[in-house]
């Protein structure tokens, strides 16, 4: 297995160096040179015996498979759910798949957990150390504090857009009191934390400089580990049974991974929902076909403010034939001037990928939230309702849908509260969080001062 560039000028890398590396070195983002067939999932087979067979088939050569289980079991071992995922049936032909049963509650915590072992594994037999840096909108920092928190060869810097974040999101993410975790929060949007990132991986003396890695959605790891659990959502709801899913998006990384599940032999066929709030830059690209820079707004569901789908690239190289040249032009494009258009000739392919993208208004995420509640006395985080609301607005068909819980209702007690007059409290196994002591920066939107804080932390200063 190798894995290349969608921009088409980096040198191809086999599984460990392309999630080690994160963003490959000519900005573009890694994918599978040729796509693995994969045999569905069983039944019978538990979470951890797929996610071994589906990681094992992407790193290839890289890593043998009782390394791959290995370490899978230790980042599922400790689920509060023996599935990992479970499906929950919501009503008629209608179900929840929970991604929410991790140590941090958000479907990030899949990924993470993996990749955190994957990580020290690799870097503990190289002899090397590196520093992870995160852009989060909320759940993807917590997850890798609580993923890396204590790693040997990973030092952690997180940065997330200063009280844009449900106060549990950053409790997560600021409480873990490990040395190696790092925390700063930036006076601007998601958007422009996540700029940050890529212009200090752009910058290939600083990136050698301090060891620079990422974990954010862009790292193929997330994506392959993701991929895990469409695959038990195929079995457990039949292996020959047309699956359509829901997937609250901002990223577009969980909604690309069922596509690479498809593309791997993985389900049965594909259609998937992108789900996203008043920030609809999904919707107006597979609709319009348009890319534009613009402001992202506040809504009930942080997690999902972004304009700037990062994943979306991956699915601009599969549509356009895998053609670096286009891809490095649609983004050489809007880099200039805020905006482009996609080439007519990738418009058809892009229809035929079984990905779509529908928008929810603020007042229809929190309406849904209590009707959801009221329909099934389950409470939901706003994110999910996103998914469920869109749900419902689906056509009627043969296929079984299929909503994808990205967190639990207690990361936005104060929206649920307000919204179904419940109070939501943390799991037993997270009840001490807002007890103990945050540790966090303040910093300015300047990527000078960002960097200064990196490498200071790196030399002990």
Request: net charge negative; glycine share 8%; aromatic share 8%.
């Amino acid at each position: 297995m190798q894995y290349i560039s969608t921009r088409g000028a980096a040198p191809a890398v086999d599984f460990v160096t392309a999630c080690l590396a994160g963003l490959a070195p000519d900005g573009g983002l890694y994918i599978p040179e040729s796509w693995p067939q994969i045999a569905p999932a069983r039944p019978e087979e538990s979470y951890i015996d797929v996610a071994t067979r589906i990681l094992s088939a992407f790193a290839g050569d890289a890593m043998d498979v009782e390394t791959v289980r290995g370490l899978c079991e230790k980042a599922y071992g400790e689920f509060a759910h023996h599935s990992v995922a479970p499906l929950v049936q919501a009503g008629p032909n209608h179900f929840i798949m929970e991604l929410h049963h991790g140590p941090t509650l958000a479907f990030k915590d899949v990924a993470m957990q993996f990749i955190a072992q994957l990580y020290d594994h690799a870097l503990t037999l190289r002899g090397e150390r590196m520093s992870v840096v995160c852009a989060t909108s909320g759940d993807t920092g917590g997850a890798a504090a609580a993923a890396f928190a204590g790693a040997r060869s990973v030092d952690l810097f997180i940065l997330h857009p200063h009280e844009r974040v449900s106060p549990v999101q950053r409790l997560f993410m600021t409480t873990t009191g490990a040395p190696n975790v790092h925390n700063f929060a930036v006076d601007s949007d998601f958007d422009a934390c996540q700029a940050m990132v890529k212009a200090m991986f752009a910058d290939r003396a600083f990136a050698a400089s301090v060891g620079l890695s990422g974990v954010n959605s862009i790292n193929w790891a997330r994506i392959a580990a993701q991929a895990v659990y469409y695959a038990t959502a195929q079995a457990a709801l039949g292996p020959e049974r047309a699956l359509r899913f829901v997937v609250p998006s901002g990223n577009m990384g969980d909604a690309l991974a069922g596509y690479v599940a498809a593309r791997c032999g993985l389900l049965a066929g594909f259609e998937a929902v992108c789900a996203v709030n008043e920030n609809r830059a999904l919707e107006t690209l597979f609709s319009t076909g348009q890319m534009r820079r613009q402001e992202s707004l506040a809504t009930p569901s942080p997690a999902m403010d972004i304009t700037v789908p990062s994943n979306f690239e991956r699915i601009l190289f599969e549509a356009s034939g895998r053609d670096p040249e286009v891809v490095r032009s649609v983004y050489e494009t809007y880099s200039r001037s805020g905006s482009a258009a996609l080439p007519e000739r990738v418009r058809g392919p892009l229809s035929c990928t079984g990905l779509s993208a529908q928008s929810v208004r603020n007042a229809e995420t929190l309406a849904e939230m209590a009707r959801y509640f009221d329909e099934t006395g389950t409470l939901i985080c706003p994110h999910t309702a996103v998914g469920t609301h869109i749900a419902r607005q689906l056509p009627v068909s043969e296929a079984l849908t299929v909503t994808l819980s990205t967190a639990h209702a207690a990361k936005f007690p104060e929206t649920v509260s307000e919204v179904t007059g419940q109070a939501v409290p943390l799991p037993a196994r997270c009840a001490g969080l807002s007890e103990t002591a945050e540790v966090f920066r303040r910093f300015p939107n300047d990527l000078e001062q960002i960097r200064g804080a990196i490498e200071a932390a790196g030399t002990g200063q």
